[in-house]
């Protein structure tokens, strides 16, 4: 079964740095971009950028470039989202989700847990 | 940037209605559109893909049409756990729609 299961809630304060995890398993990690969606509270989806975890190369949503890190370590088959200064305003659900696509425009067919980061 | 509108915001139906959901884009995507729907709590969940493919284990009940800038997703006859927010989102650049609220009449 293709899982892509994520790290635990955090609460943290202003200005201080976070990193959440995303861990896939079930299928070949290398193969698929993993993406990063937020969801702040009673709000829509946004996508904020994705990794290849083949080589780690990343793109950003405009939105989101300079604010926020996406990395991967491929030999444990986990993607990260990270802040070095969080916000009030960072306080969201955060998903990961898998690009089904092999190659081309992609879908998201698998999505993580979330993971809820509170800051304040 | 390709903006995407949906249309109407809420939805209000009863079981056994048909659901006609609209999701606009400010340019074409060609067919590289997505649905989701998301239930309260839960992570969302893909529908369709490339316009009119539904992703693997979605009901037929569930059909995508369209291309270019206007597509459409249909539930000919809503089941009680069709109601929750279904969200379109372009697949060349990511970006999501706003969504659209099913919710019971």
């Known amino acids: 079964e293709v899982q892509l299961v994520q790290s635990g809630a955090e609460v943290k304060k202003p200005g201080e740095s976070l990193r959440i995890s995303c861990k896939g398993s079930?299928?070949?990690?290398?193969?698929?971009?993993i993406n990063w969606v937020r969801q702040m509270p009673g709000k829509g989806l946004e996508w904020m950028g994705r990794i290849d975890p083949s080589d780690s190369y990343n793109t950003y949503s405009p939105s989101f470039q300079g604010h926020v890190t996406i990395s991967g370590d491929k030999s444990i088959s986990t993607a990260y989202l990270q802040w070095s200064s969080l916000k009030a305003s960072d306080t969201a659900m955060y998903y990961c989700?898998?690009?089904?696509?092999?190659?081309?425009?992609?879908?998201?067919?698998?999505w993580g847990q979330g993971t809820l980061v509170t800051v304040s | 940037e390709i903006v995407l509108t949906q249309s109407p915001a809420t939805l209000s139906l009863s079981p056994g209605e048909r659901a006609t959901l609209s999701c606009r884009a400010s340019?074409?995507?060609?067919?590289?559109l997505a649905w989701y729907q998301q239930k309260p709590g839960q992570a969302p969940r893909l529908l369709i893909f490339d316009a009119s493919n539904r992703a693997t284990g979605i009901p037929a009940r569930f059909r995508g049409s369209g291309s270019g800038t206007d597509f459409t997703l249909t539930i000919s006859s809503l089941e009680p756990e069709d109601f929750a927010v279904y969200y379109c989102q372009q697949q060349l650049r990511f970006t999501f729609g706003p969504g659209t609220k099913v919710d019971i009449k």
């Open positions: 989700a898998r690009d089904g696509a092999a190659a081309g425009p992609g879908w998201f067919d698998t």
């Open positions: 079930g299928y070949n990690f290398t193969s698929y971009w």
């Open positions: 340019q074409s995507v060609n067919n590289y």
